[in-house]
């Protein structure tokens, strides 16, 4: 697959010029009457995923409004007149849900306005293919809802310190991983064991979150996620700073759920501002009860060191104010070595079990280009005895599964170079015998399987080199060498989630599956789901280590790991049924 | 197929027809296909040569023939090729397995077959391990006398040097190739001083390159001042840095004890004294009005500019006297280079008035070459390199005025040791390269041909990257 020509992002094959697209979002009576022609906007120009002038060939403009003092204070006063409006508990739910089924409606319709404006400005903005956009906009129903009520009434206990606790209503479990090694006391005593975990919170009045990246739809999380605690509690004033490196996509699916419901979303804010700004972050953190940061590790701990000062400075109210961080991670697959045989995993496709793995798997790698947090860099392969093929095969079905998926969701603006950088680095391993390459200089991938023990900087390094469709498999004798040999060696702050494809026809969550994923965890592992879904998590699991409990209590500082599933090879086979392509 | 026997012809006649200071009298649009032929040349005796070289072509489906349009295909990344000793010995400290070291040495080079022992044949002589980097490379050198290899380093600020290798046939090259230079956008002649803050005795590469080459322009040594008083080996800087050390006790020790010790040293000691010895033969040369050329980096030259100011001295130096740097920045410096040219200026004047030159030296361990920066301020490519920026698809781009990655072929200057074939690390503004010549957009210095705009230079690797993924 010689690249013949650079993806060049116009949207159906015809060059055009847009206009600049609205990268915030504001409720419409908001809008109205906050923007006046004397606003002043900022713009960003992108083209191919890369800042661009406006006469770039594909060039997409995005603008801001640049709000003054007086303007901040009567929109959040605006916001906050607007808190009696959303409804509450079941009305709320229902509601809510039927609001964004209709955005993903809008968004998933080819023939919709909506879903046009989003397939001719994201991917020249992001740099993503089309086909990658078209993917997350028919994927928002993947996105499930219907789990969160239940997450917001899970209380879990100390006991989930010891083992594995289950989620009433939700499939899988949880587990809590504290960071006061004396709470380990809450271990020993039963009844200190049943207590719960965390203790009643005032209702947040003020939420300000913080998206980041290019992977659309970090903004949109933080707003769903704390809209959604309108079950439980008031709806609080929602106010994101809106990622300038991908403003639009959270704007439009907010603009499509006011059109169903304008009360659901009247009290949420979705801007763009400066982090220098100092008196405005000192304005906003100072009265925030619960900030939600997703953003990179330099700008978390600036956003934290302004967050505890601002908290310092205000009047002692005692309320407690919290901060989620969401920084830099790191994603990996792995493979058990049930999976690794060519008996027949689907009678409905006839596919190996093997084949439907390396297909998932692959997919959790590609999805935004490997860009995401989410995206599965390193596939560990079990070479046990139940395995009738080793990892050398596994590396080769992955190659296949790649160029098939390749050709549906092509690679974005990424940069080939870095690739072949890549390629080349590797084939040098191989000359040596130390490594060998799969895949071809012109493909849009890497596959690489390396055996060589690595010490953790070398390791570390490895999985640095995993971004932009670099995939290395590495084959371990049993499932236990990953958290033991590997995940030890990344900074535990760095580890997010786990894509398994572990398991048998019919098997539940056994023992040996719960002691794996409990060491997983220990190791900073937050989430644990079956391989293709590594892109889709689930609203109603750890984000992060944070749970939507989290949206409305406190607890002890900590992280949670969450399974999430029972029977993970009916999972597995469903998701790959949902995938099928031919 | 060209067999090694073509191979080897063409590379000879090739050598014995050009030399590098007539390209200049080549009009630019006739320079490219010259070039393009001595690359093929070059292409095709590496090819058949080179190991190393053969497979990572061979990988990218490049045979020893090529046409234009494989050029970009022959390019290996600086940053990587001859810092892969590391993955393949899994240590960035070759002393620890020399002869596998040397192995991947020899694995690189275009070496022909000798009556002699040959060279992976002798690799059993090194000893099994070395106290330092240094004494590894002192007895390879020792060992491979006959074919004069000497190993050069990059900076290695970043603790994971590159090293390489080049031959006499190549340092010749090298030498004729920065005086050229020198000579011709930095004006240096015999009757200059040469002044260089640094240390005499260094393996890198570009400051051992700079001093040759004034050697070669005839400067006697008498004229020829190293201001810092120590050697400079490879442990030694990596140590200084702060960014790679060893395991263990040796490790705890360059931590706790010698990377504090090297930096207090460097800062209290031994800066303070070379850039005072360096005003020294400054305040000589001025009282003696001999033309100077003082090399440093840019710390250093502002070292100087602050301790002229701080007595109160303007020096009154001879016109066609020159401040010149490879740059050498320290992470935490708090001045840039606009403020350091303008204290310089302040203090480093002509006696006709004008401010002395202050003239940037771009250039890296693997290139043969370097490109001087012109009184316009732009850095001049020499003309029997053939230079182009790749896109974001590693594709040449073809206008005379473009952005992209700097790749260059140095198919002449390169020596026959090593294919002098790179795409660097460095995004900048190419004019004139490649294929592509407006010469409405010839630097307004006067001279025709490829050049680097004024300020357009920049590490790709402090771009913004996408996405929410880490780097650990």
């Known amino acids: 697959m010689r690249r013949d020509a650079p993806h060049k992002f116009e949207p159906d094959g015809c060059a055009m010029s847009i206009p600049p697209i609205e990268g915030f979002w504001l409720p419409q009576q908001v809008h109205s009457n906050l923007l006046t022609p004397e606003t002043e906007f900022e713009e960003r120009t ?19 409004p640049r709000l003054n003092g007086a303007q901040w204070a009567t929109l959040l006063e605006a916001l906050e007149r607007n808190r009696s409006r959303p409804p509450q508990g079941g009305d709320f739910w229902r509601r809510f849900q039927a609001a964004l089924h209709h955005a993903g409606r809008r968004l998933a319709n080819p023939s919709d306005a909506l879903h046009q404006k989003a ?33 917001l009434s899970f209380v879990p206990t100390w006991q989930a310190m010891e083992r594995w606790q289950p989620m009433p209503g939700i499939p899988g479990r949880a587990r809590f991983y504290p960071q006061q090694p004396w709470r380990e006391i809450y271990g020993w005593s039963p009844i200190l064991a049943r207590q719960p975990i965390y203790k009643r919170s005032a209702p947040s009045q003020l939420v300000i979150g913080y998206g980041a990246g290019n992977v ?120 058990g070595a049930e999976m690794l045989t060519r008996t027949e995993g689907d009678p409905d496709s006839g596919k190996s079990k093997m084949e439907i793995a390396a297909r998932l798997a692959a997919l959790d790698s590609i ?30 079905c992955l190659l296949d599964q790649l160029r098939l998926l390749s050709t549906w969701l092509p690679l974005g603006g990424w940069q080939p170079r870095r690739l072949h950088e890549r390629f080349d680095r590797y084939k040098n391993l191989e000359r040596a015998g130390l490594a060998k390459v799969f895949s071809d200089y012109d493909d849009e991938f890497l596959v690489i399987l390396d055996r060589r023990p690595l010490e953790a900087d070398a390791f570390r390094q490895q999985v640095n080199d995993c971004q932009g469709r670099v995939i290395v498999v590495r084959p371990v004798a049993h499932r236990m060498d990953i958290p033991r040999r590997y995940l030890r060696m990344i900074p535990k702050e760095n580890l997010q989630s786990l894509s398994v494809a572990i398991g048998e026809p019919g098997q539940a969550l056994e023992d040996g599956f719960l002691q794996f994923a409990a060491e997983c965890g220990a190791c900073g592992v937050t989430a644990i789901r079956t391989v293709g879904r590594g892109a889709f998590p689930q609203l109603a699991y750890s984000w992060d280590g944070w749970i939507p409990r989290d949206l409305i209590g406190e607890r002890p500082p900590g992280y949670f790991c969450t399974i999430e599933f029972d029977q993970p090879y009916e999972q597995i086979l469903s998701t790959y049924r949902l995938m099928a392509i031919n | 197929m060209i067999g090694k026997e073509v191979a080897e012809r063409q590379m000879v006649g090739l050598s014995a027809q050009m030399r590098l200071a007539d390209f200049w009298q080549i009009p630019p649009p006739s320079r490219p296909e010259i070039l393009f032929q001595a690359i093929q040349a070059s292409h095709a005796w590496h090819f058949t040569h080179n190991p190393a070289y053969h497979d990572a072509l061979s990988a990218r489906r490049v045979g020893a023939e090529i046409s234009p349009q494989d050029l970009p295909r022959l390019l290996r990344p600086t940053s990587q090729t001859f810092k892969s000793y590391i993955d393949i010995l899994g240590t960035p400290f070759p002393q620890d397995q020399p002869r596998r070291f040397m192995a991947w040495l020899i694995d690189h080079l275009s070496l022909q077959t000798t009556g002699d022992l040959a060279p992976g044949e002798r690799i059993g002589q090194l000893k099994e391990r070395y106290p330092s980097l240094e004494a590894l490379l002192r007895d390879i050198e020792c060992l491979y006398t006959d074919l004069g290899i000497e190993i050069i380093t990059s900076s290695g600020t970043s603790g994971r040097s590159t090293i390489l290798a080049r031959d006499q046939q190549a340092i010749e090259r090298t030498v004729e190739s920065f005086y050229l230079s020198f000579q011709r956008y930095f004006g240096m002649q015999l009757d200059h001083r040469a002044i260089f803050i640094m240390p005499r005795q260094t393996r890198i590469a570009m400051a051992r390159m700079v001093g040759f080459s004034l050697r070669q322009v005839g400067i006697p040594p008498e004229n020829t001042f190293f201001t810092i008083p120590f050697p400079a080996y490879p442990d030694q800087v990596r140590v200084r840095s702060g960014r790679a050390y060893r395991s263990g006790w040796q490790g705890w020790i360059e931590r706790r004890a010698l ?58 130096l001879p016109p066609g006297s020159l401040l010149g740097t490879g740059g050498g920045f ?26 002395v030159p202050v003239r940037d030296v771009y250039g890296m361990a693997e290139a043969n070459w370097a490109a001087m920066q012109c009184r316009a301020g732009n850095y ?79 590490r790709v690797d402090l771009l913004d990257e996408a996405g929410c993924a880490a780097q650990i």
């Not at chain 2, 320290?330 to 401010?355: C, N």
């Not at chain 2, 490649?434 to 920049?458: K, M, R, W």
């Open chain 1, 46 to 64: 992108f083209a191919n995923g890369q800042p661009a002038s406006a006469q770039a060939p594909g060039a997409v403009t995005a603008r801001w």
């Open chain 1, 119 to 151: 397939i001719q400005t994201l991917p020249g903005y992001t740099g993503y293919s089309p086909a990658m956009i078209r993917l997350a906009l028919r994927a928002l129903d993947l996105f499930s809802l219907e789990q969160l009520p239940a997450a």
């Open chain 1, 216 to 335: 659309p739809g970090a903004a949109l999380l933080i707003a769903l996620l704390t809209q959604a605690v309108s079950l439980a509690i008031a709806t609080p004033v929602i106010v994101v700073r809106n990622s300038r490196h991908e403003p639009i996509f959270s704007s439009l699916v907010l603009q499509a759920m006011e059109e169903a419901d304008p009360d659901l979303v009247c009290t949420t804010a979705l801007l763009v501002w400066d982090f220098e700004d100092q008196a405005l972050q000192k304005d906003l953190l100072s009265r925030a009860d619960l900030v939600i940061a997703a953003a990179s590790d330099e700008t978390i701990a600036d956003l934290r060191g302004q967050f505890d000062a601002a908290r310092r400075s205000r009047p002692a109210t005692g309320q407690a104010s919290r901060f989620h961080a969401h920084g830099h991670k790191v994603s990996f697959s792995a493979i």
């Open chain 1, 367 to 396: 999805l935004w280009d490997q860009n995401g947090c989410l995206s599965a860099r390193v596939h560990f392969v079990e070479e046990g005895a139940e395995g009738d093929v080793d990892a050398e095969a596994y590396a080769d």
């Open chain 2, 259 to 316: 990377n504090p010790f090297m930096n207090w040293m460097n800062e209290h000691i031994v800066s303070p004294q070379a850039v005072r010895r360096a005003v020294n033969l400054l305040l000589q040369a001025e009282a003696d009005g001999v033309k100077i050329l003082l090399f440093a980096s840019w710390v250093h030259l502002h070292g100087v500019a602050l301790a002229l100011r701080s007595q109160k001295k303007v020096l009154q």
């Open chain 2, 330 to 355: 320290k992470e935490f410096y708090p001045y840039a280079p606009d403020q350091i040219r303008h204290d310089l200026a302040q203090s480093v004047r002509t006696t006709d008035g004008q401010p």
């Open chain 2, 380 to 458: 001049h490519i020499p003309p029997w390199v053939y230079v182009a920026v790749l896109d974001a698809d590693d594709r040449f781009q073809t206008t005379p005025d473009a952005t992209g990655i700097l790749a260059f072929f140095d198919p002449l200057g390169g020596g026959d040791l090593i294919p002098a074939f790179y795409k660097t690390a460095d995004q900048a503004r190419l004019i004139n390269g490649s294929t592509a010549y407006d010469p409405a957009l010839d630097c307004p210095c006067g001279e025709s041909g490829a050049y680097l705009a004024q300020a357009s230079i920049q």
